[in-house]
C-alpha cells in the first residue's frame, strides 16, 4: 500500500534529532502557527481533526483538552504517558529515539492550548536511550529559544521535563503514573475526579501518550481537514502506527492509514513467517483479546475491532501461526497480568492469579473441562470491577481464548493432549 509517511518521516534521518535538522523538514512549523492562534482554537482545530488518543483507549483529544478548566490561573500540567509497558508495543519508542522535536513540539502546543507551562515526559525506566535523546534534545531546544521563558520569541514559556519511571506496568495507567510521578507508590487512583480537574499535584492535567501529541503537531501545520481525509470514517481518521511481533517475515513498526485492514499489515511485513498459516492474531496489544484467522480482513481501527469484541489499544499486533498453543500464549500473558497487578483492590488482585493458576493447570496436562467452565465464571469478576482498567486488560485474552477457541481446547483435554509439543520459532541451525 502506497502511503506518504507523516509520524516516521524522520525516521532514519539522524540530522532530525538536532533543532536545526528537524526544521529542515518543516519542523516547529506548526508550535509557530499555534502560537499566533488563541488556545481555544486550537482545541477546536483538534476537535475537528477527529484525532482520538493513540495509548490505548481511544479518547478524543481535543474533548479531553477542553475538559480543563478556563479563566483561572492555577497552574496547568501536560504529562505525556512514554511509559509503554504494554507487551508487544514498541512504536512510541521509535518516534522518541528517531524524532524527539516531533515530540517536544506537540507537547508545547497542548501546553499552549491549556495554559499550561510545564510538560512531564514519563518514560519508562527501560528506555535509557530514548531517554537520553530526548535529555539531548530538550537541552537543544532550549538553547534554541523553543523551550523556555519565551517560546520562538512568543512571551509563553513552557518547560519541559523527563521523568523516569522504575519499569512498572501499572504506571501506565493514567492515575497510576501521576502517583509515581509525584513520588509516590504506583498505584491508581479512585475516579472521579479525574486528571483534567485534579491531576499532577492536585493541579487539572492533560494526560496524552507520545503518538498522540505528534499528531497533534501534523494537526496544526496541515490544518484538521488533511487529517480526516486520511482513514477510515469521521471516527477513525489520521495516519496510525502499528507494531508488528510474532510469527511474521519482517517484525517491526509500520504506518498506514488508520482503518488498514489486518490482511494488508501482514502483506506489508512479508507474510507469514516460513509460509506458514495464521492461527491467531492479538490487534492491540496483550490487553486485546485474541482473533482468529477467519477475521483476517478486519480493518484495524477502533470501531470495526470493539464491533468483533477486541480492541486496538497500542496497537501492538501479535501474530501466532498454526504451530502456536493458544493456552500457553493466554498463559503467558496471564502470568504477566498477575505479576503486574498492584494489588490495591481485591477483583484485580485475586482474579489474575487465578486465572493463571487454572491455564497453568490446563497446560501442564492436569486440567479438566470443568476448569474451562471455571475460567468462564472468574473473567466476569475481573474486567468491569476493578480499580483501574487492568482487570480488564487481564480478561481479554482469556475471554477471547473461552469464545474463539474453546472446541479446540475440549477436545485437546478429553485426548490428553497437553502439553502440546514447543515449536521453536527460529531454525538457528538454517539462520547459520
Not at 144 to 167: E, K, M, P, T, W
Not at 223 to 249: C, M, Q
Not at 319 to 324: A, S, Y
Request: glycine letters at 12%; charged letters at 25%; a neutral charge.
Amino acid at each position: 500500500m502506497a502511503f506518504e509517511r507523516v509520524l516516521t518521516r524522520n525516521v532514519g534521518r539522524a540530522a532530525a534529532r538536532t533543532v536545526r535538522g528537524y526544521r529542515e523538514s518543516g519542523g516547529y512549523e506548526a508550535l509557530g502557527r499555534a502560537l499566533k492562534l488563541d488556545p481555544g482554537e486550537i482545541v477546536e482545530e483538534v476537535k475537528r481533526s477527529g484525532l482520538r488518543g493513540r495509548g490505548g483507549a481511544g479518547f478524543p483529544c481535543g474533548a479531553k483538552w477542553g475538559f480543563v478548566p478556563r479563566g483561572t490561573d492555577r497552574t496547568k500540567y501536560i504529562v505525556c504517558n512514554a511509559d509503554e509497558s504494554e507487551p508487544g508495543t514498541f512504536k512510541d519508542r521509535l518516534l522518541m529515539e528517531h524524532d524527539p522535536h516531533q515530540l517536544i513540539e506537540g507537547c508545547v502546543i497542548a501546553g499552549r492550548a491549556v495554559a499550561a507551562n510545564t510538560t512531564y515526559i514519563y518514560i519508562r525506566g527501560e528506555y535509557t536511550h530514548a531517554a537520553r535523546v530526548l535529555e539531548e534534545a530538550i537541552r537543544d531546544a532550549y538553547d534554541q529559544g523553543v523551550l523556555g521563558a519565551s517560546v520562538l520569541g512568543s512571551g509563553f514559556r513552557h518547560d519541559v521535563y523527563v521523568h523516569r519511571g522504575a519499569g512498572a506496568y501499572i504506571c501506565g495507567e493514567e492515575t497510576g503514573m501521576l502517583e509515581s510521578l509525584e513520588g509516590k507508590r504506583g498505584q491508581p487512583r479512585v475516579k472521579p475526579p479525574f486528571p483534567a480537574v485534579v491531576g499532577a499535584f492536585g493541579a487539572p492535567t492533560v494526560i496524552n501518550n507520545v503518538e498522540t501529541l505528534c499528531c497533534v503537531t501534523h494537526i496544526l501545520q496541515r490544518g484538521s481537514e488533511w487529517f480526516k481525509s486520511i482513514g477510515t470514517d469521521e471516527r477513525n481518521t489520521g495516519p496510525k502506527l502499528y507494531a508488528i511481533s510474532g510469527h511474521v517475515e519482517r517484525p517491526g513498526t509500520y504506518e498506514y492509514p488508520i482503518g488498514v485492514t489486518f490482511q494488508e499489515l501482514l502483506d506489508g511485513c512479508g507474510g507469514m513467517y516460513r509460509g506458514r498459516a495464521l492461527k491467531a492474531f492479538i490487534p492491540g496489544g496483550a490487553s486485546a483479546p485474541m482473533l482468529t484467522a477467519a477475521e483476517s480482513g478486519i480493518r484495524m481501527d477502533f470501531d470495526n475491532l470493539a464491533k468483533a469484541g477486541s480492541m486496538l489499544g497500542s496497537a501492538a499486533v501479535i501474530v501466532m501461526d498454526e504451530t502456536t498453543c493458544v493456552v500457553r500464549a493466554a498463559l503467558r500473558l496471564a502470568r504477566f497480568f498477575a505479576h503486574e497487578s498492584c494489588g490495591q483492590c481485591t477483583p484485580c488482585r485475586e482474579g489474575t492469579n487465578w486465572m493463571r493458576l487454572v491455564l497453568e493447570r490446563i497446560e501442564s496436562g492436569h486440567g479438566s473441562e470443568a476448569d474451562l467452565d471455571l475460567l468462564a465464571r472468574v473473567v466476569p469478576n475481573v474486567g468491569g470491577i476493578s480499580l483501574c482498567a487492568l482487570g480488564d486488560a487481564a480478561q481479554g485474552p482469556v475471554k477471547s481464548l473461552i469464545e474463539k477457541f474453546g472446541d479446540e481446547i475440549r477436545d485437546n483435554l478429553r485426548n490428553r493432549r497437553y502439553p502440546l509439543p514447543r515449536v521453536p520459532f527460529f531454525d538457528l541451525g538454517a539462520v547459520a
